[in-house]
């Protein structure tokens, strides 16, 4: 079944610490993206990827970085973790679909991160 | 100012009620309108897609862009407390922008 995967669900973690979100698909999709979500406000592009070895950011300034080595694996990264990083990660990718043009992305599940 | 406006809500309706979900945009370059619906713990997921103006139907769901006003529906008729969830509205200018999302508003059908 095509999808797409996102881990940890959860996570807690101290300020300071590095950690790598994982997301991997499985619909070949070239176009990967990363949000951060927070309650009550619109989701922010912090990170997207068009293809292998393309990598851009988005609106949002963040501290984290992606990597995209194989098309279906586009990791985000924080290398010191900080309590202003607690927030929902949402990894989507998208690809043409018939009746929704480009704009058919797929969510994961998103990781909700805390940072103490 | 945002370029897209949405009602945080939340808004509570009867089962079997009409809903009708609103955003407002900024941007008349927006061609490309989109709904999503987010379940708690859950990511979004694209529930219909309309390029430029008009209608679109599918099954319970209508979706209504007014370019002119620069504002967007969904409607869902005979509403099921299943449709509880926030729906987020989305747009874009085309291929080569990236999307601008509405903050989502909270919809609670009530058995």
């Known amino acids: 079944e095509a999808d797409i995967y996102q881990t940890p669900r959860y996570l807690v973690i101290g300020t300071g610490k590095k950690i790598t979100l994982e997301c991997s698909q499985t619909m070949g999709h070239d176009k990967m993206y990363w949000y951060q979500q927070d309650p009550g406000m619109e989701l922010h592009l912090i990170h997207y990827s068009y293809g292998v070895n393309s990598t851009e950011k988005g609106d949002l300034s963040s501290e984290s970085t992606v990597s995209r080595i194989r098309t279906e694996h586009f990791p985000l990264t924080l290398e010191s973790a900080r309590p202003s990083h607690t927030s929902q990660y949402l990894c989507a990718s998208s690809g043409t679909t018939e009746g929704f043009g480009n704009y058919g992305y797929t969510f994961g599940s998103g990781t909700r991160l805390t940072v103490v | 100012q945002k370029e897209v406006e949405q009602d945080p809500g939340p808004l509570s309706v009867p089962e079997g009620a009409i809903v009708s979900l609103n955003c407002t945009y900024s941007?008349?370059?927006?061609?490309?309108f989109m709904w999503y619906r987010q379940y708690s713990r859950k990511g979004p997921e694209l529930l219909m897609y309309?390029?430029s103006s008009g209608n679109k139907e599918d099954g319970r769901f209508t979706a209504q862009v007014d370019k002119s006003s620069k504002y967007i529906s969904l409607f869902i008729r005979d509403s099921q407390p299943s449709d509880s969830a926030t729906y987020l509205c989305?747009?874009?200018?085309?291929?080569?922008?990236?999307?601008?999302w509405g903050a989502g508003t909270k919809l609670i059908i009530k058995p």
């Open positions: 941007n008349s370059a927006f061609q490309y």
């Open positions: 989305a747009m874009s200018a085309g291929s080569n922008y990236q999307l601008i």
């Open positions: 309309t390029y």
